[in-house]
């Protein structure tokens, strides 16, 4: 049997997509029609922990999704209001529950990616594995210091990246720009099968084009 290939342009909010603690609107950007996601401004000026870092804030699509590949285009820029830590978090989440209680997710750090030149460890934190809601960037940090759920990136802020995520149930590959960046063995997953997210955080503002989902039978 074929894969199931679902595109969407992203020129208009996909139909049944619901927004969880951010907005969406069709803008364009760099001449293409995007959809700009961004915080709300009420969980902008929230609580670290409880309204944004590695939470559901994210534009949810009612597409079914357990394993095959995610593809988008991302241009993500810093808000005028972002914190000094903000880093321009933009990326996708996957297998989100019904209940938007666990999902898994992958989101880049433009403002750490090569291009800008961070210094070390920043340098390899362009890229970012979690799994909601037990195990953020954080606790994956402190509890794997081998970096195996982050990643270095040849990329930049303001500019357009492509994310493709590639899972075969317990196993992920994400790349940017055709290059393998993350290979795991063994996600977070607590959940095998759930839709997808357009995911947002904190101080970020977020242009998405050209998502491609290729449902593996």
Known sequence: MSNRIIDYNLETIPEGAQPH????????????????VTLTDE???????????????????????????????????LRDDAPAYA????????????????????????????????EAPRDKRALQYFAYPDWKFDRLRQEYPDGRFEAGADIG????????????????????????CISIDQTKATVITGYIGLFVDIGTEAFFSNLRITISN
């Open 21 to 36: 603690s951010v907005t969406a609107t069709p803008v364009q950007m760099g001449g293409r029609h995007t959809l700009r």
């Open 157 to 180: 802020p303001a500019e357009w990246v492509n994310l493709t995520l590639v899972m075969d149930n317990s196993n992920l590959k994400a790349y940017i720009g055709g290059t393998e």
């Open 87 to 118: 880093r321009g978090f933009a990326g996708l989440a996957y297998r989100i529950s019904d209940h938007t209680d666990a999902f898994e997710a992958v989101y880049i750090r433009p403002l750490n990616g090569l291009k800008t030149k961070p």
């Open 43 to 77: 969980v902008s000026h929230g609580v670290p922990n409880v309204d944004f870092i590695d939470m559901p804030t994210f534009l949810k699509i009612p597409v079914e999704f357990k394993n095959g590949t995610l593809s988008v285009d991302i241009f993500s820029k």
